[in-house]
């Protein structure tokens, strides 16, 4: 098999996040965790790399604006209309490389930042168990540095590819 630079690209990213793993979560976490652990910190951290911060300017601006007055329903619909078609938003001052910027904090911020997303969005980190996860983290002292090892990995969906067939994959690239 002949391996292309996205190949290439794609296996470095790989294994960097599972050096990542080998590196912080061995020991307090048993080898068959790593994964649990992992797979809901590679999707934040593409959530992270796929929401600008423009995006998150307009769709703060506009949940400031209207948290109040507009019905929940209605509120969303507004919001994931900010996104440029990503699907989903953020109403938090947050992204990861914030979050550790405030270490005596962290907990309490990334409560907030999770629980900042769409509705759609945290049905899907819910499925990941993440409170257990980051509680395991937290009664270890990894969060933050397991933070700061993904922020150091860009897992935006296009960089580095070559756009295929003038497609859009923004919306669908998660």
């Known amino acids: 098999m002949v ?20 590196d912080i979560l061995f020991g307090p976490f048993m080898h068959n965790e790593f994964r649990d652990v992992v797979l809901p910190f590679v999707v934040l951290r593409r959530l992270d ?6 995006i998150r300017q307009k769709v ?20 994931l209309d900010m996104t440029e078609g990503l699907g989903f938003y953020n109403t938090s001052e947050f992204d990861l490389k914030r979050l550790v910027a405030n270490e005596a ?12 997303y769409s509705s759609n969005m945290r049905d899907i980190l819910q499925n990941f168990q993440l409170e257990q996860v980051v509680a395991k983290l937290l009664k270890n002292n990894l969060l933050k540095r397991l933070i700061e090892m ?10 580095g590819q070559q ?12």
Do not use: M
């Open 3 to 22: 391996q292309t630079s996205d190949t290439i690209q794609f296996q470095d990213k790989a294994n960097f996040i599972w050096q990542v793993a080998d």
């Open 49 to 54: 790399c796929i929401y600008t911060d423009d």
């Open 60 to 79: 703060r601006g506009d949940y400031q604006q209207f948290k109040d007055t507009l019905p929940e329903q209605d509120l969303e619909l507004l919001l």
């Open 105 to 116: 904090a962290l907990e309490e911020n990334f409560e907030f930042y999770i629980k900042s």
């Open 150 to 159: 993904f922020v150091e990995i860009d897992l935006h969906p296009l960089r």
């Open 163 to 174: 756009p295929r067939n003038g497609l859009n994959l923004r919306a669908s690239a998660l």
